[in-house]
Structure formats: C-alpha cells, structure tokens
C-alpha cells in the first residue's frame, strides 16, 4: 500500500497596505494559482485576502475557484482565536459567516474548517460539527496522550457529534522553516530530494499530512512557486508514495481510529496555551504590556455592544442572533436590503428604524474584526493590533450615534493602558493604545 502525501496551504492575509499585499501576491499568489499545485493539495483563502484579491487580482482568486474540485476550505470569518471567544454566539457568527462566505466565492458548503492557528478545543470544534463541518487540521501536538500523526483521527465531541482531526507532520516545518536539512540539501531546492526524505521519514503504509502557510511558497521561500509546480511531477514518477486531497482522502476511506484534542492549544503558541494572544508568551518575545490591556478593552467594548444590540434590536428583530447571522449576506451583496428586513423584523418599520438597526448591526460587524489574532500576535504593538483599535471604535461610534451612551471616552481611557516601546530612529520610544488611536480620529 502506497504512501499517502496530503497538503495543506493556508492563504492568509489580515487587512493590511497594499504594497505589501501586492509583493506577496507576485511571489506566491498569482504563481501558485497559476501552476497546477492546487488541484492536488488542499487549501483555504481567508475572507480578507478574498476581499483584497477582488479590488486588486480578479484573475488569480478565479484560477484558485476553479482549482477546487472539493479540496478547499472555509476559514472563521476574521481569523480570531476561536478558544478564546466568551460568547457562544460570537462562535456560531465566525462559523457561520465564514461558511456564507466560503459558499458565495466557491459556490459550495464546505466540509472543512481550517481554524486560526490551529487554535481549538472541544467548544470550538462541537459548534464546528453543529454546522456540518465534517474535518479540521491540527499540529501534531494537539493531539492528547502519544503524538501520531501517521493517520487522521475522529473526535467524539458528545451528544452524538463528530469530527475528522487531520494532525500534520513534523516534516511539515522542515519544509516551511529549516532551509538546511541533515543531508546539506535545502528541501526546497530539490523535491526528488525532499520525496526521498520524506518516504525514509514515513512507515509503509502511513498517511502523512504536510501543512504550512501558503506563503511558504514563493514569499517565504524565494522561487518556491516552481518546487511546488514540480512536486506533484515528482510524487507522479514514484511508485512508493501517492499525492490526494484530504477530500478526495475522505472519499475513499473511513476514519474509524479514535483520538482526543487538547483543549486550548495552537500550533503557533508552543507554551502549551493561547498565551500569544492573551498575555504574550516566549513565542512572541515574552510577556508584552500590551497584549493583556489590549484584550481586556476590546472585551468590555464588545460586552456593551451585545448589551445595546439585543436591548435596542429585540423589539423588532424576530431573532437578533438570525439577523446579525444573516447581515453577512448583505454586505457581501448576496441579499437586497429590502429582503432582509423582510425576513427578519416582526413587522414592517420605519425606514428611520431600518437605518438605527443597520447601524448597530454594522457595529456588531466591527466589533468582531476587532478581535482579529493578528493584533496580538507580533511581539511589539503595532499596525494589526492598532487596526483592532480602530475596528473597535468604529463599533463604539457607531452605537453612540443610536443610543445616548458613552462608549468612544471609556475606550480611549482604556487604551491608555495599553503600551509599549517601539524602536524610532534608533530611540526607544514610549507608546499607547490611546496614542496609535487618536491619529485615526482626530
Ligand atoms: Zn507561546
């Protein structure tokens, strides 16, 4: 029995300049969707880098649509650290509008969910299966009790559901970040090389998943573009190892072998918890004063949002959850402003009514991307977490014009809490939360 070699490529990127985007793109997107790979491997495209393709490269979203036969995934929404959300409806919105989002570019459901950072608990993945998402990735030391990564495995959440975990391979990161392997040969430089390494790596008989960021190939790694138009070449001249999706993988065998998660861990946090996103933690240069006021304002933020949505939209909303579930469709133009009032109000209203509730729905929205990961991310405070402070004010702002609280002076005074030093023209300066914001608003 062949060897069976899965990939998966995660296209990711946070809202950020164009410059930078566009050089990514020349390196790794627009070649990579243009050579064949991904119609053998699966991937996922997160819903911002979906947006910036269609302001800025049309044609490379389409080649990577057409690619998919079935192999590529969803992702939540705006990448925040499913774990870490308090509020199980915010978990079921992540889901649920990047699945809508997912179906509106790809014309489809999908069956898999690529997590933020592979970060997960049974929480998370109980509301994945409630929403029929069938498989997930993972690191491979997710995996509870002995690390195998040989074979994918299927999670009893309770109450009878269920979820496929596939736990990528070390080699994975010998691809992704170790240029120089044991042998001297960059893996990246020659894929023969790496197939041989690979298979002596392997057991007979195993399935080995390979995952890494899609900007591996081409950004990361100059050229990498042609080591992986070569690589399904190379898996095709060999008889001891065979290339398949996880999707088509499904198709064709059961996972019937057991295993359990652990709760609250990463593959981008190695310290055992989501501490990159909380309080900042050894991966990110240690503890960071930033990280910690940072969330804390945001939650308060997003707290008095949920407040002010339910109390002020209750009235008129059938369900508030359902509507603001559903307002992703009308900012992605899938359904008429008209429509959706009818569908979701009790009764008709005033058109003055109609524009006081898109309003708190739109702050609802920006409350969300506030909690995007990237802003925690970095070991210093920086571009991300700053346009997570900008979403939040939006959020705040937009309330304020509804309902006679003060939102946007808490949130200011809060992020004076937030600091750090940054690096200025070869000076340590001193920052804040509060400082990064006010040259938005004022
Ligand atoms: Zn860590």
């Known amino acids: 029995m062949p060897k069976y070699v899965l990939q998966h490529w995660h296209f990711y990127q946070p809202r950020r ?16 969707s243009n050579n064949g790979i991904l119609d053998h491997v699966s991937f996922n495209v997160g819903p911002t880098l979906i947006e910036w393709f269609l302001k800025n490269d049309k044609e490379t979203l389409e080649r990577m649509i057409k690619a998919d036969k079935g192999q590529a995934l969803a992702q939540p929404y705006n990448h925040r650290i499913m774990p870490l959300i308090r509020h ?20 489809r459901d999908p069956e898999g969910m690529w997590l933020p950072e592979t970060a997960t608990s049974k929480r998370v993945c109980k509301e994945l ?5 069938k498989y997930t990735i993972g690191s491979p030391w997710q995996k509870k009790g002995r690390e195998d990564t040989s074979k994918p495995y299927k999670v009893n959440l309770g109450g009878g559901l269920e979820i496929i975990y596939f736990f990528y391979n070390h080699f994975s990161g010998k691809i992704a970040f170790n240029n120089q392997t044991d042998s001297g040969v960059r893996l990246l430089d020659n894929v023969d090389v790496a197939l041989d390494q690979l298979v002596s790596f392997a057991k007979n008989g195993e399935t080995l998943l390979l995952a890494y960021d899609g900007e591996t190939f081409g950004h990361h790694h100059k050229l990498a573009d042609r080591w992986a138009e070569y690589f399904p070449k190379g898996v095709k001249k060999r008889k001891d190892i065979k290339m398949i999706s996880i999707s088509d993988y499904l198709k064709n065998f059961e996972v019937n072998n057991l295993a359990d998660i652990l ?8 310290c055992g918890g989501l501490e990159r996103w909380t309080k900042g933690c050894g991966c990110a240069g240690g503890y960071k004063k930033y990280q910690e006021p940072m969330l804390k304002a945001l939650e308060k933020i997003e707290d008095e949002i949920h407040d002010i949505f339910v109390n002020e939209s209750s009235p008129y909303f059938k369900d508030v959850w359902d509507a ?9 133009g899938n359904i008429k402003e008209e429509q959706f009032f009818k569908e979701h109000l009790k009764e008709a209203t005033s058109k003055e009514n109609e524009f006081l509730l898109k309003k708190i729905l739109e702050a609802e929205y920006h409350v969300q991307l506030s909690f995007t990961s990237c802003g925690w991310f970095p070991s210093r405070l920086g571009a991300q977490a700053e346009q997570n402070m900008i979403d939040a004010y939006s959020s705040a702002k937009l309330v304020e014009e509804v309902v006679n609280k003060n939102l946007v002076s808490k949130l200011i005074s809060d992020l004076d809490l937030v600091e750090d030093w940054i690096e200025e023209r070869g000076r340590k300066k001193h920052i804040t939360g509060k400082e990064l914001l006010l040259k938005h608003i004022t």
């Open 263 to 270: 709760d609250n861990s990463s593959w981008s946090c190695l």
């Open 129 to 133: 299966a409630r929403q029929g998402i």
């Open 17 to 32: 300049n164009d410059k930078w985007a566009k050089k990514i793109n020349e390196e790794c997107y627009s070649p990579n």
């Open 324 to 332: 603001r579930n559903d307002y992703i469709d009308l900012k992605l």
């Open 88 to 107: 199980d409806e915010d978990l079921k919105t992540q889901i649920i509008w990047g699945k809508k989002h997912f179906k509106t570019f790809f014309g």
